[in-house]
C-alpha cells in the first residue's frame, strides 16, 4: 500500500502544510504525520476522512502512485470526475424487452436491493428481475423501477414502488429534482438531490423527513441516477389539513352533491 507518500503528494498538491490537513481532519499533528511517514497505518475510519478531505476513492488512495504523477497525470486525475458525472464514457446499462422488441420496466424488489449494486450491469442478473408495463409513461426513456422502505421520504408510504428515468448526463439534473440514487457505498437510496458537482464534485441527499440529516456523495461513489416518474402506493399518503382547509373541502363537496341531486331531479 502506498498510503503515506500519496498523503504527503496529495498534501504538497493543495499545498498544505501538515498541521493543515491535521487540523481540517481534527487529529494531533503528530499523529497524521505518523501515517505519511508509514510509522502506523490508518484504519478504516481515517481512511475514509482521507477519501473524503481529498475528494478521491480509497482505491485510488491505496493503490495509485501520485509521487509518480507527472502535471499531465494530475490533470487526467482531477478531471476524470467530469468524464463520470457527464456520461461521456459508456454507462452500462443492461435492460429487457418483450416479444415485440420494446424494453419493460425491470423492477427491484426489497430482497434484490442489495444484490442490484453489484449486479446492475450483470444481464443474467437484470434478466431474472421482475417486470412491469406502464404504457402511460413515454417509449422514449428508458424506466426502472425500486421498491422503497422507510419512512424518509413522506408523503410516500414505506413499501411504494418508485419509478424512475434514467438519467446519462448527471450534471443537468436540476437541484430539488427527486432521484433514486446509485452507489457504492450507501446502495440504493431516493432523495431529492443537490447538484454540488460544479462546487463539489458530489451530489447532496435530501430525505423530505426533517429527522434525517442530508449527506454528501462524490461523483465517484455514484453508479446510477434515476430522476422520478412516478410511483405505486397500496396506501393513500397522509396529508394533514388544517381546521379551516377541512371546512372548505367539505362545503365543496355539499355543494357539487347539492348539483348531482338537483340533475337527477330534473
Known amino acids: 500500500m502506498k498510503v503515506g507518500s500519496n498523503l504527503k503528494a496529495l498534501r504538497k498538491r493543495k499545498k498544505l502544510s501538515q498541521e493543515d490537513v491535521a487540523t481540517a481532519l481534527s487529529m494531533h499533528r503528530s499523529t497524521y504525520s505518523g501515517y505519511e511517514n508509514d510509522v502506523a497505518l490508518p484504519n478504516i475510519e481515517n481512511l475514509i476522512a482521507f477519501s473524503q478531505f481529498h475528494e478521491l476513492l480509497i482505491d485510488d488512495l491505496v493503490k495509485l502512485d501520485f509521487q509518480s504523477f507527472t502535471e499531465s497525470d494530475w490533470q487526467k486525475f482531477e478531471n476524470k470526475w467530469k468524464e463520470s458525472a457527464k456520461g461521456s464514457n459508456l454507462r452500462i446499462l443492461t435492460s429487457v424487452v418483450d416479444s415485440n422488441n420494446e424494453e419493460l420496466i425491470e423492477l427491484i424488489p426489497e430482497k434484490a436491493r442489495a444484490g442490484y449494486v453489484s449486479g446492475y450491469s450483470d ?144
Open 123 to 266: 444481464q443474467e442478473f437484470i434478466q431474472d428481475l421482475p417486470r412491469i408495463n406502464l404504457p402511460f409513461l413515454s417509449k422514449d426513456r428508458k424506466h426502472r423501477a425500486f421498491a422503497i422502505n422507510g419512512d424518509s421520504m413522506p408523503p410516500l408510504p414505506s413499501g411504494s414502488i418508485v419509478i424512475g428515468e434514467f438519467i446519462q448526463d448527471w450534471t443537468t439534473l436540476k437541484t430539488g429534482t427527486p432521484c433514486i440514487v446509485v452507489t457504492k457505498s450507501e446502495g440504493i437510496v431516493f432523495k431529492f438531490i443537490h447538484n454540488n458537482f460544479k462546487e463539489n464534485k458530489s451530489l447532496i441527499l435530501i430525505s423530505s423527513n426533517a429527522l434525517y440529516q442530508p449527506f454528501r456523495v462524490m461523483t465517484s461513489d455514484i453508479l446510477e441516477v434515476w430522476k422520478f416518474s412516478a410511483y405505486i402506493a397500496k396506501e393513500i399518503p397522509e396529508v394533514q389539513m388544517d381546521p379551516q382547509q377541512l371546512n372548505l373541502n367539505f362545503r365543496n363537496l355539499q355543494y357539487d352533491v347539492q348539483r348531482i341531486l338537483e340533475k337527477l331531479n330534473q
